[in-house]
């Protein structure tokens, strides 16, 4: 779940640049001497699932590569009110002037985190799998992605780039979904996994009716089913494709959804919409 620091230092950077401006952090460099040293805290507020934290560090190592961060409870890790996450101690300037940009990206990651493992445990009783959607934040994916996987979720397609899902649109333009997977196929390499969308049952039996549409394909994705469509779905397939549901995904409405024998179920807003988790910087 550790993302590389060449992957993760832009993203920190930016952030750090934006707070920071080009006068730096007026209120702490005007109290605080250059020389003063302090140790914090990052407490949890809250329950919920760890995420973001090698963010956090890098944003006030960044600042000061003195700055010393003691991680006790990381990547992943569950915590409940009054938890210490992880102890940071150095240069005071650097440890108040990165706090901000720490705890957007660490409360964030952590309520994505915390969000999915939510989901997560309401289908724990069955096969089903939760997954993110290309619903991110922008300039934020990867460490979103990485988040969910934190949660004990797992990741759908990075981007547009490294698989192939055909929407209703697609499917508009090409004339019919069996003519927007022919397209698909001869368009894409080997090795790259085609998904399609249906929102009936009549869409997916074209789709199954045809050995060769199928063997073209990975998953269907099925939107927007209710748990006896959905049922009747997963049955018509009969594990010749890897079957995903979304459309309005909760934690009440998951295990039922679960309990039709899908494969994934995919939810946006444990990415766009997530609450973050609330952690504080204590003296």
Do not use: Y
Request: hydrophobic residues 45%; aromatic residues 2%; glycine residues 10%.
């Amino acid at each position: 779940m550790t993302l590389p620091t060449a992957l993760l230092e832009p993203t920190v950077r930016r952030a750090l640049a934006e707070d920071l401006g080009t006068a730096g952090d007026l209120t702490t460099n005007a109290i605080v001497s250059a020389d003063h040293r302090s140790g914090f805290d990052v407490v949890a507020r809250q329950p919920g699932v760890i995420s973001g934290i090698d963010a956090a560090t890098l944003a006030w190592r960044l600042l000061d590569s003195e700055v010393q961060v003691d991680v006790r409870l990381g990547e992943g890790a569950s915590v409940t009110p009054g938890d210490v996450v992880a102890t940071v101690f150095g240069p005071t300037r650097a440890l108040l002037s990165g706090e901000r940009v720490a705890l957007n990206l660490l409360c964030h990651l952590s309520g994505v985190a915390s969000a999915t493992a939510g989901l997560v445990a309401a289908v724990a009783h069955t096969r089903a799998r939760i997954t993110c959607t290309r619903k991110t934040t922008v300039g934020l994916r990867a460490l979103e992605k990485a988040a969910v996987r934190a949660g004990g979720g797992v990741n759908h397609r990075f981007g547009l780039h490294d698989a192939v899902l055909i929407k209703d649109n697609h499917i508009a333009i090409a004339g019919s979904l069996p003519e927007a997977i022919r397209r698909a196929r001869s368009g894409v390499g080997h090795l790259v996994a085609i998904e399609f969308e249906v929102d009936t049952l009549e869409q997916l039996a074209e789709v199954l009716a045809d050995p060769d549409l199928v063997a073209s394909c990975r998953a269907v994705l099925l939107d927007n089913m209710g748990p006896e469509t959905l049922r009747q779905a997963v049955a018509l397939v009969g594990g010749r494709l890897v079957t995903e549901a979304s459309g309005r995904i909760t934690a009440q409405t998951a295990a039922a959804l679960a309990e039709t024998g899908v494969d994934l179920i995919s939810a946006g807003w444990i990415t766009h919409s997530a609450p973050v988790l609330d952690l504080g910087l204590d003296a």
